[in-house]
């Protein structure tokens, strides 16, 4: 199979004699086998088998692309879904004892060359090994017999007390290096946690503290960080995300966040945005080139373009029952310290004077205002203070 | 005294030539000597003697159990106190230098087992040396000739220089250590701040970037961080403290605090309550299962069971001389951007319309509301615009 | 030149072969150009030549002092010049490759005392060298010929592959020691970033995650941290700033900020002030003894001695169109939730009521309210519940 491309994996997810499947914990934010596979993926892997116990399947499977063959350790068709898989043309690597794969190791298992003597856990089956069990060897023994070995340095073993210690630097070191690889600059290379799915633009800076989880995407020339947290987040190119936490949403390109910013899930956020500090959003459409630029909140509402949204803007999306959408149109301007009472609209153009609580649509190109007449009582805080005297 | 447990210690807190205190001088967020003194007592030590300096005593008492027997070095009945102290029976440690004892040493003192030849600042009296101070010999001289010793890797010099570098790291290591074998996880090891005196429960996991101080107690199952500071705080199993400060308070079980919460001295929250973004909590006491989400401030403030805190609620609770307090009834219903000015009182159940400044008491079931009427003023902006543009 | 102090520094910038001068690429945040001629700076050294490509001295100029000279490397006029920068007295440091110095390189260049045999990539102008220069030999070539060594351990190599690897934590080491030496206390110096031009004050406390960055100055006995973003910021002594972001302000001595504060440009703190939690200030001075605790925005406001502006302040700085100021005086007490509608002026002592929108000047000593009187509906929350249930 020498110079033919890495097909396929075979990866063993063994129990613990306490019942515990190791590559099943986590490793920063992840579980280990996600870190595996999608190393593996890297290297070129496109099938998976995945052998585990029947109860660990469930955990496992989101671990591996949807189209992976489990099979339950010594339970019935095993070997039959064996055979077909290794019967497909292709080298195929595979992993018997719990490891994690370190900075690099994609990059050699595509390529084959450095293979070695070590006992790393990750082997290659030869085609004399795939023809043995094709004939009806038993795998493992088929493996000890006559697989290609990788080196030690390939990989670290995954044990109670690695998972405790050197697992997590590991896997800091492995996507730093993965990403350094593609441009992106890292301020401080020990102080961030970038998962094995996370994908990162070139040019982008991620700074100190910075935390990208699930299957984050952020754009070329992007600053994230310090101490953000994007979990499930698409963020578009030359956008800049400061001391936030975003998660499950979209946030578009040339777009500030923060610092002291909460995007919660559902929620897309257009080109050019502002989203300044102490401001959530919730279930939200914010289109191009609006400002909310501190202390709102917008919750289950859609906002057009080129709108600006005052400093203590509430969307009353909550009657103590049921919630209801909040619309305002393009290029609105809601006034300070407002509450917008859903359902309601405010039209295209139109102008929420400060203070107001909205609770009737306002139409486009219009004012609305709901406030109190100013009074002032002259001289009120000195009499009050002649009087207290006096008492005294 | 072999075989027997250990049960006391007599600690010396020399000072340096130039009158300083190193085992007074923090080690992360605490003196190195209230490092040393919980160590010793997770490995059995009830009993303290400690010889100080006459004016270090004050900073140094708090390090230690309330029963320790101060001695000032050098004076008086010193050699009186001593005899006292040792006097009853159990092992004694001694530790004669300004150490940090490192991860794995209360064990290793307790047992006893693994006693060197090193000099590491820790010693144990042998009974030779007991007798002979308790017949009058100098206690130091006794130590010199007969104590048993520690090896060296027990414990770490405390030194100018290791205050400014490696002390953080091993304090660090020790607390992570320790907690881990209790079964919590800790996503980044190298990147919490614990103290010596915090408990974690089993399952908990430990975000990078969490401080945790003082007299500070987990509960099981709890997730803290990123970059949360927890200082004398006792959180209840299974809650998450996301992002925020707390200090002084007790949170409950199943309670969510955060993303950027703030929760001050004297408060009390319930079970599964949810403290959300941008809240501040002051000297209050929350209910189980209210839900303060976004955006407001509580001081002074008891809010009963089930009540549902608008975005932008604030306590009036300072009319510029003294503060009142607040009071509101289960399952009442604030609305947003709401003032309740103190004193006050919302009853059970009642609902209070959005935008009101609630300055009398609101009765039970009851709907309180202080609005202005919603005006509109149809295409305002449109004609402001055009008398803009006539007359230019 | 022995004994004679440092003087002048020629630095290289040279350029790598695709163009990319390595230099010029940041170290944490600041270009390692600037590292560099901070470290030459607190050696000793007063006046610098840079030979540089063109294209590269608009970027390398803001490293350097204002009176800098530049040359173009083989451009016409650079012998000249260096002929007039080497005729003045005293030593000559010269930087010839991409070189980050270490902890410590300031004071031993200084000393001049332990020049070695090594290639670091920084030397020292002979004697003979500066005379065979001024005589017309190539500035290289007398170099290699006769040049002062220092020894390998100064300085680390600027590379591609130093920059994304050691270089961060190398750079972080060398601030931490720089300011320690000034009895600066960081509780945990891996977890610091503080740039080469910034100065604290002794006894000042740097938290975990703090950023020191630009042209910040704390001064002595402040606590800053955790996970604070300092940028050109000055701070005066005796003051806390806590889990928060500033940049282009002074805030004055004994005032604490945060948490979760944000200070943005041209703002001006007094002394023991109050800053906290989710407030932001922008563009605005804020007298001595004011307390902005909490939830509140100014911008573009003049703030006078000893106010209390209330949760929720906020100042309606923007029309949409222009952005106008808010004047407040000493003593003045501004309640919850109150919109200043700027432009507008709240006199000396003067009370606005919780709630209020205020759009006309209130007089000093005055109280201003802008409020909708309070309305019960009772049992309206009962009844309405009732109608429900009956409708079912």
């Keep these: 199979m020498e110079g033919s491309s890495l097909g396929a994996a075979v990866v063993f997810l063994p129990r613990e004699e306490d ?14 086998a996600l870190w595996l596979a999608e190393t593996l993926r890297r290297a070129g892997v496109e099938r998976f088998l995945v052998a585990c116990h029947r109860d660990d399947r469930e955990r496992a499977r989101p671990c591996f692309p949807e189209d992976t063959v489990f099979v339950a350790t010594g339970e019935g068709n095993a070997q039959e879904e064996l055979n077909t898989f290794l019967s497909a043309p292709g080298r195929v690597i595979v992993v018997t004892e719990p490891v994690f794969l370190l900075a690099g190791a994609a990059q050699r298992l595509r390529q084959g060359e450095t293979r070695g003597e070590g006992r790393c856990g990750v082997v290659e089956l030869s085609e004399n090994c795939r023809q043995a069990v094709l004939e009806g060897q038993d795998f493992l023994t088929a493996l000890r017999e006559g697989a290609i070995r990788y080196p030690e340095e390939l990989a670290m073993p995954v044990t109670r007390e690695s998972l405790q210690t050197e697992l997590p630097a590991a896997a800091k070191a492995q996507s730093v290096r993965r990403l350094q690889k593609r441009g992106v600059r890292f301020v401080d290379p020990q102080n961030v946690y970038v998962g094995p799915q996370v994908q990162v633009g070139a040019g982008a800076v991620i700074l100190p503290g910075a935390i990208l989880r699930g299957e984050t995407c952020v754009g070329a020339r992007c600053e994230i960080g310090p101490n953000t947290l994007l979990r499930d987040v698409t963020v578009g190119e030359d956008s800049v995300v400061n001391a936030s936490q975003c998660s499950g949403c979209v946030i578009g390109a040339g777009t500030t966040v923060g610092p002291y910013a909460y995007i919660r899930p559902d929620t897309q956020v257009g080109d050019r945005v502002r989203v300044g500090d102490f401001v959530e959003l919730k279930n939200s459409v914010i289109g191009d080139e609006t400002k909310i630029s501190h202390l709102a909140y917008l919750g289950d509402c859609d906002v057009g ?5 005052g400093c203590g803007t509430v969307t009353v999306n909550y009657d103590g029952v049921k919630k209801f959408r909040t619309r305002i149109g393009g290029g609105a301007f809601i006034g300070c310290n407002t509450n917008l009472v859903a359902p309601v609209s405010v039209g295209q153009g139109a102008y929420v004077a400060a203070g107001s609580t909205i609770t009737r649509d306002v139409p486009s190109q219009s004012l609305a205002i709901a406030r109190a007449q100013q009074t002032v009582k002259n001289q009120w805080v000195a009499k009050k203070r002649q009087t207290k005297q006096e008492k005294k």
């Design 305 to 309: 373009e080129g709108c600006d949204i």
């Design 19 to 32: 019942g515990r499947c190791l590559m099943l914990e986590n490793v920063l934010f992840d579980p280990a």
